[in-house]
């Protein structure tokens, strides 16, 4: 299917140089968005755009840095208006993952998982939402939450607390960003294989795919798909919502045979 609203729209995608965020920004790209990616690695960040304008020629930018710097995300903000002249798609998804038992959880490991999972969210919003409003005729914005932020999984307490967070953010923010008609809505993936989920099990597909009543795990672009879905005018009327994409992992009740 076709989604409408998506060409010639301007989006900032953070965390994208590899993964769900490469996925997001190529399929953006193919519906004939122009898109800025981010990203704190600058030469995965050159070569992830150098290989994206090859397949579309002149729509894709770098504005590499930390996206959980607030000073990086207006320096993000600016450069994509003078790049193209406007802003109306934002996906904060760069997201870290610490794990770690919350007995010895420190608090520079919890500033860091913040800092960048809810201080960049919240920022590149602010800002984001600012230059829509100026611009008028509204825009959307998709938050990348997690099943952990969902339910309790061990040693990944900070992690999950930023990822229920966003779902909070993204109600709070429908309500009260939906009169200059900015949407927001969160997506919630479930174990999806990407360089760094594979580097962390290489087994991956092997061991998490039995999770799933579907026996697959998910890829990078079953959480584009519903990105874009999410981003274009198809879903104009969804707001302040958090779409699980797990395979259904999370639909499985357990009996005690089953522990
Ligand atoms: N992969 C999964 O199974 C899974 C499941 C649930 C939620 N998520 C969430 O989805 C998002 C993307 O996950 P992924 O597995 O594709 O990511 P990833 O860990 O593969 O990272 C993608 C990119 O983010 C970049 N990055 C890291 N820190 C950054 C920072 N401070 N600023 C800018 N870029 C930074 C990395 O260099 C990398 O290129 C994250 O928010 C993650 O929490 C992923």
């Known amino acids: 299917m076709q ?13 994208a140089a590899e993964g769900i965020g490469f996925a997001i920004v190529s399929l953006l790209l193919r519906a004939g968005a122009k898109v800025v990616l981010n990203d704190i690695d600058s030469q995965k960040a050159l070569d992830a ?8 020629p002149n729509s894709c930018s770098t504005f590499p840095g930390d996206a959980g710097d607030v000073e990086h995300i207006n320096a993000l903000v600016d450069f994509t208006l003078e790049q193209y002249g406007r802003l109306d798609f934002i996906v904060p998804n760069a997201g870290i993952t610490l794990f770690g038992d919350f007995l010895e959880f420190t608090p520079a490991s919890f500033q860091k998982v913040v800092q960048l999972n809810l201080q960049g969210a919240f920022f590149l919003a602010q800002r984001a939402a600012q230059e829509i409003i100026k611009q008028g005729g509204g825009g959307k914005m ?13 040693n990944l307490t900070t992690y999950a607390m930023t990822k229920a967070a966003l779902r909070m953010m993204a109600v709070n923010l429908a309500y009260e960003l939906g009169e200059h008609q900015i949407n927001i809505n969160v997506i919630a993936p479930g174990a999806t294989l990407t360089a760094r989920t594979q580097q962390e099990q290489p087994d991956y597909e092997g061991v998490w795919s039995h999770l799933n009543p579907n026996n697959k795990v998910g890829t990078p672009d079953d959480i584009a798909k519903t990105c874009l879905f999410l981003l274009s005018d198809e879903a104009a009327h969804i ?3 958090t779409i699980t994409v797990d395979g259904g992992w999370t639909t499985a009740g357990k009996y005690p045979e089953d522990l």
């Open 142 to 154: 998709v938050l990348m939450s997690s099943q952990v932020g969902i339910r309790a999984y061990k």
């Open 49 to 56: 755009t150098a290989r994206l304008n090859k397949e579309y």
């Open 3 to 15: 989604y409408s609203g998506i060409t010639n729209k301007v989006a900032i995608i953070t965390g």
């Open 239 to 241: 707001n302040g919502q």
